[in-house]
C-alpha cells in the first residue's frame, strides 16, 4: 500500500471512529484556551480541567488573570507539573495580551509565539481550536502514530508535520489532529506495540511480523 493510500485509509478509519472529536480542555473562550492548552505541557488534559474551574473563576478574563498574579496562579495550578514556569507565563503572557494587544488574543501565529510559554504547537491548537484556522498541532503522539502507521519518517516534529500537511485534505486537519490524539489514547500508546494488535494496523500492514520502531521527538 502506497502512502497516501494508508493516509486515506487512516482518515476514513478514524472519521468513523470519532465522527465529531469534542475539544478536550475545557474552556470558555479564546483567553481560557490558550491558558489551558500553555498548562497543558507535558501534564494530562484531565489534571489541567481539575484545575481550570478556579483558575478561570478568578481569572476568567487577561486583565483578571494579570490581577491575580503569578503567586495566585501559582496556588492553584501547582498540582500540575512545571507549575513555577507555567504561573510565571501565565501571568506574563494575561499582561502582554492587555498592553499589547487590546485585551484580545492574538489571531496569527507571529502573535501566539511570541507570547512566553507559548511555542508552534500551542499556537497551532489556538489558530484551529479558537480560530478554526487550518493547522496540524504535531505532538509527541502525533509524532508517534504518524510513524507507526508509516505517514512519516519521524526525523522531527517539524518533518511530521509537513508530511501530514501534505497527505491530507486542509479542510481535515483540525479534526484529524484531535481524532489522532483520540486514538492514540485508546488504542496506540507510547508502550510498545508490535504493530498487528489493531484492525487499523492489520489493514495498513497486513503481511506486518516485527515490532515497529519509533523515534521519540
Ligand atoms: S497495532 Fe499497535 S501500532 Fe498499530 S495502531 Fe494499534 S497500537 Fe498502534
Redesign the pocket.
Known amino acids: 500500500m502506497k502512502k497516501q493510500q494508508r493516509a486515506d485509509l487512516v482518515q476514513q478509519r478514524l472519521a468513523d471512529l470519532y465522527p465529531d472529536p469534542p475539544i478536550p480542555l475545557d474552556h470558555k473562550d479564546e483567553f481560557t484556551l490558550l491558558v489551558a492548552v500553555l498548562l497543558s505541557a507535558q501534564c494530562t488534559d484531565k489534571k489541567v480541567n481539575e484545575v481550570t474551574p478556579e483558575l478561570f473563576r478568578q481569572g476568567p478574563t487577561p486583565e483578571k488573570m494579570r490581577d491575580l498574579g503569578e503567586p495566585a496562579i501559582l496556588q492553584i495550578i501547582r498540582p500540575l507539573g512545571l507549575s513555577k514556569q507555567k504561573a510565571k507565563h501565565v501571568a506574563k503572557l494575561s499582561e502582554i495580551i492587555v498592553d499589547q494587544h487590546d485585551s484580545k488574543v492574538p489571531q496569527s501565529f507571529e502573535g501566539l509565539e511570541a507570547l512566553p510559554g507559548v511555542g508552534h504547537k500551542t499556537a497551532s491548537v489556538v489558530m484551529s481550536q479558537a480560530f478554526g484556522v487550518p493547522a496540524f498541532p504535531v505532538d509527541t503522539h502525533i509524532h508517534r502514530?504518524a510513524q507507526?502507521?508509516g505517514l512519516s519518517s519521524g526525523k522531527s516534529v517539524v518533518q511530521t508535520e509537513r508530511d501530514l500537511k501534505n497527505l491530507f485534505p486542509e479542510s481535515t486537519w483540525n479534526d484529524l489532529h484531535l481524532q489522532i490524539i483520540f486514538?492514540g489514547r485508546q488504542?496506540?500508546?507510547a508502550r510498545g506495540?508490535?504493530?498487528?494488535?489493531?484492525g487499523?494496523?492489520?489493514e495498513l500492514y497486513p503481511r506486518r511480523k516485527t515490532p515497529?520502531v519509533w523515534i521519540k521527538p
Do not use: F
Open positions: 502514530l507507526r502507521w486514538y488504542h496506540c500508546t506495540c508490535d504493530g498487528t494488535k489493531c487499523l494496523c492489520q515497529v
